[in-house]
């Protein structure tokens, strides 16, 4: 895999040969290129929602295509195409929720996990009960590996806030999935 940098670098020429002479073939690579972290980004935000996600993720695609003039390449493009996304994101679930049967209450029922693997859904479950800009900071952050800078960016928050909600977020995910580190220790012993 090439590093981020060169990555960048090729990013940019393709945007360079869109703007040049509106080359739909750049811009079918940058989809290509593209179109697999933001997809993942949305299923993320969208808690698993595939159909969901693919469809604002050709939302964000189009609305790129559209605003392309708008990317001053003052971050990297896969960022500017991150803000698109979650800027689409915060637009849909401004739209009146559906329901998909599952509420706090019933989730505090469930049986304890007895399996390592019930980790991931406790954690997201976790992930749920933290306030929303928590979980896009380390969604953004943790997740998806962006730097705190990157993430600023994409959400459009200052850096120290990106940096205290990714401090609570985590301090907060600690302690609700102590109980996972303590059976970790114990097995361990």
């Not at 708008?70 to 929720?97: D, H, K, N, V």
């Not at 997740?143 to 928050?157: D, K, R």
């Amino acid at each position: 895999m090439a590093d981020s940098a060169a990555e960048a670098r090729i990013d940019q020429a393709l945007v360079t040969r869109i703007r040049l002479g509106g080359d739909r073939r750049a811009f079918e690579q940058l989809v290509r290129r593209n179109q697999g972290m933001v997809r993942a980004q949305l299923r993320r935000l969208l808690h698993g929602d595939e159909a969901a996600a693919d469809d604002l993720a050709q939302e964000t695609f189009m609305l790129a295509w559209r605003n392309l003039d708008q990317f001053r390449g003052e971050a990297r493009f896969s960022s500017w195409l991150y803000r698109i996304a979650y800027t689409c994101f915060l637009q849909a679930r401004r739209a009146p929720m559906r329901h998909d049967g599952i509420d706090d209450e019933t989730l505090a029922q469930l049986p304890a996990p007895k399996h390592a693997v019930d980790l991931q859904l406790d954690l997201e479950r976790a992930m749920q009960r933290l306030s929303t800009a928590e979980q896009a900071v380390l969604l953004h952050c943790a997740q998806m590996g962006l730097s705190h800078e990157e993430a600023s960016y994409v959400l459009a928050m200052p850096l120290g806030t990106v940096k205290t909600h990714a401090l609570r977020g985590k301090a907060k995910l600690k302690t609700w999935l102590a109980d996972w580190r303590d059976a970790a220790t114990e097995e361990a012993s």
